[in-house]
């Protein structure tokens, strides 16, 4: 049974720092594409950051560019988003997912994520 848990959300002051973790359980990295994406209130999915398990190879949203940092460790079956310079406009629930069938990591469509953790609140006051 495919698992992602996600954890290391919190409230932060704007200008500090968080790292996601999510924790992967019932498959192999192989060729797979591992998002972050982030749902605030009121409004859709929003792809954050991407990585290939293949290759290596990331995105990042223009809204995170620069600021957030994705990385995976295979040892530990866990994919980490380093968050630096928050902003009170990345507060929001942030899931991880799988593309099990990647084209691209720049194709962040939801709709391709075939699994999906439960989330974890990032809250950043001003």
């Known amino acids: 049974e495919v698992q992602l848990v996600e954890s290391g959300g919190g409230l932060m002051q704007a200008g500090g720092s968080l790292r996601l973790s999510c924790a992967a359980s019932?498959?192999?990295?192989?060729?797979?594409?591992i998002g972050w994406f982030r749902q605030a209130p009121g409004k859709d999915y929003e792809g954050v950051s991407c990585?290939?398990?293949?290759?290596?190879?990331?995105y990042y949203a223009d809204s995170v560019k620069g600021r957030f940092t994705i990385s995976l460790d295979r040892a530990k079956s866990t994919v980490y988003l380093q968050m630096n310079s928050l902003k009170a406009e990345d507060t929001a629930i942030y899931y991880c997912?799988?593309?099990?069938?990647?084209?691209?990591?720049?194709?962040?469509?939801?709709?391709?994520?075939?699994?999906w953790g439960l989330g974890t609140q990032v809250t950043v006051s001003s």
């Open positions: 997912a799988i593309d099990r069938n990647p084209v691209s990591v720049r194709y962040m469509a939801p709709v391709l994520y075939d699994y």
């Open positions: 990585i290939s398990t293949s290759h290596g190879s990331t």
């Open positions: 019932g498959f192999s990295f192989d060729s797979y594409a």
